[in-house]
Every structure is written in C-alpha cells, then in structure tokens.
C-alpha cells in the first residue's frame, strides 16, 4: 500500500478533523440558486449536527458554473455565498463540477470539433444519447484539457477542501438495467449510435498505436485493445491533466463513479484521488440493499492505490430504515463512509438515522 500515499497525501491539509476510523459522511447538494443565507445556514447547522462531514455543491453544471468564473457562463456566484456558511458551520466543501458533459453554446460555437462522435459518424452535439445533455466532450483533445483545467484551477484557488469530478467519463454504451426499461430501449449489446468516441483524432492515435483504424475492424466491440485505449483517455486526463493541478494548490481530488465502470469506459481503479466516491444506487441496476455491500468489496479491491471509498447512494424515495440498512452494510464491507444523493432529501428520521451512525 506505499503507493497510497502518493494519492491521498495533500488530504492532510484539508479542514477536515482526522478521526481514526470513524466514517465520513458526504451529501451532493445540487444546484439551488434561490434559498436565502439564512436558509443555507439552517441547513448547514442542522446537517452538521446530525453528523454529516462534507459537502459537494454543485458549482459547475454541463451548461454554466454558479462561480465568478471567467471562463465559463455564469449564473451567479453561488459557491462564494455558501462557502463563508459552510465554513462557520464546520462542514468540508468539495466543489461539485460536471467534466466531460457539456451543453455550453459558447464551447460548441468555438470548437464544434471537442464534441465526442458515435461509431455511426454522429457527434454527441447534434446527435446526443439518451437526453438532451448528454454532449460529451472528447478527452483526446489537447484544447479539452487545457479547457477543464482551468475550471480545476479556478474552483482550487478557493479556500475549499476539494475538487470533485462528476462525468468524468464517456456516454453509456449501455445503461444500468432499470434505465433501460425508462426510455423504453433494449441494450443487449453495444449499439454503434451509442459507442463514443470514434473522431478523427481518437482514430488516428489509436491506429498509430495499434496499426489499424478502429473503423476498419470488423467488429471494434470485440476488440479488448481499443476497449483499454478509450479507458487510458480518461484515466490520464484525470491523473496527469487534472488532479495535478488540484493537488499544486494542496487541494483534495474525489471523484463521483460508475459501478458498471466498463459501460463509461471508466477504469476508476487507476485513478490518483484522495476518496472514490461510487454511485451505489442499486434500484438502477435492479438489485437490493445488500447488493451495495456486495459492491464495496469489489471496489475496494478494484482500488490501485488504496485510497478510501465511501458508499454513494440514493435518498430519493428511501425509507429510513432503508437507509439504516444502506449505512450499517456500507460501513460492514469495508466503506470509511457514505455519500447520500442528495442533501435536499433528508427528512428528520434520516436525519436521526445519520445522527446514530455517526455517533456524534
């Protein structure tokens, strides 16, 4: 486990208190432009006196950043209206932001070329998958980097914890099992309108590894070398393109993932975070309580580096028992935590159920 070190070693100058073994608690708060102060540090007091650690609001959406970004649209400068609050509160703030997924007008103008293309010939711009936002930026392109990390650049030079990326990853080529029955589409393979990125310059660099046009294969689905290609796109945009630049300003790097990684072309285990963040929300994929359980084991040990994972799940429609059960089986695999989706749904027995696992 030396190699952990390298990863979660700039975590130690965050405002986090470091408490051996006791489990960490974090809530994605999604975009809320409306709620005065006031009502912020209701929030914020209540969920922290119910135990919760850590926060991830969601300061940069796929279409503007609630940030004085100069960059990118703005909304408002939400983040710096909630970070004083937070921080009086004494909760943790990890900058949410969307990556890949970018529905900007701006960026399209400029580079329409960014926009990943299916293996129909379609671009993700013209033809999403799936809804209307999911345009998705190529990770082969030299200007992408630089453009996503100036938005890491920014979000770090503000007195936060963390930087936290969200779609950090390809479209699904296929969807967990319940989405599938929500938009009525069977994926029972990989289907060439969904099966990204097949652009110009994704083609040419892996044919000048590989010697051969993926295109030109008879079937590229099959093939495991352009599979591990795409994958090792993503992977080095977050180790050598981004996380190096959260990690200069002494900021921590977490990241929000897929259980089905293969789906995204999202080889998460390789990544160099300081927390992992897996979306466990098993009413996707059609499964039980007990299958998050099942799933940490497999992440944790899917894990190069050893950094520390906390169980993502979903309140929505949850109970709170449910959501006792999500908590005791997290923490009894192996998980130093939780992460709910989404703060807005607690409710006071959830409340009271974070507050009993947390012991404070």
Not at 33 to 51: C, I, N, Q, Y
Not at 115 to 138: E, I, M, Q
Not at 197 to 207: E, L, Q
Request: hydrophobic share 40%; net charge negative; proline share 6%.
């Amino acid at each position: 486990m030396a190699a952990a070190g390298c990863a979660i070693g700039m975590g130690e100058a965050s405002h986090a208190a470091s408490v051996p073994n006791k489990p960490k608690f974090w809530a994605w708060v999604t975009t809320d432009l409306e709620a005065p102060d006031e009502e912020w540090k209701r929030r914020f007091s209540t969920w922290k006196a119910h135990g919760l650690d850590a926060i991830l609001p969601e300061v940069v959406s796929n279409r503007t950043a609630h940030y004085a970004s100069v960059h990118l649209p703005v909304s408002e400068p939400w983040l710096e209206r909630l970070l004083p609050i937070a921080r009086t509160e004494g909760l943790e703030v990890h900058c949410w932001m969307h990556t890949m997924a970018c529905t900007m007008d701006s960026v399209h103008a400029e580079h329409p070329e960014w926009y990943n293309v299916n293996r129909n010939g379609d671009n993700s711009w013209d033809h999403p998958a799936y809804v209307g936002y999911y345009r998705f930026l190529c990770p082969s392109r030299p200007g992408v980097h630089e453009f996503l990390q100036k938005r890491v650049r920014e979000l770090s030079g503000f007195d936060v914890d963390g930087v936290h990326l969200d779609y950090i990853r390809y479209p699904d080529v296929i969807l967990a099992e319940s989405l599938q029955l929500h938009y009525d589409i069977v994926q029972d393979k990989e289907y060439p309108q969904y099966d990204y990125c097949y652009c110009d310059v994704c083609r040419a660099g892996f044919a000048e590894m590989h010697g051969v046009d993926p295109l030109e294969m008879e079937d590229p689905t099959a093939s495991p070398e352009w599979f591990q290609y795409r994958c090792d796109l993503i992977t080095s945009l977050v180790n050598d393109k981004l996380i190096p630049v959260g990690r200069e300003a002494g900021k921590q790097m977490t990241a929000a993932v897929f259980p089905n990684w293969q789906h995204v072309r999202q080889q998460w285990g390789k990544w160099k975070l300081d927390h992992v963040l897996p979306m466990l929300y098993h009413r996707f994929y059609n499964a039980d309580i007990p299958w998050i359980g099942e799933k940490v084991r497999e992440e944790i040990a899917f894990l190069d580096y050893g950094e520390p994972l906390s169980a993502g799940v979903m309140l929505g429609r949850t109970s709170a028992e449910d959501f006792e059960q999500m908590i005791e089986v997290s923490l009894a695999t192996g998980a130093a935590g939780l992460s709910v989706f989404n703060a807005g749904d607690f409710d006071d027995e959830k409340l009271l159920a974070l507050k009993a696992a947390s012991g404070v």
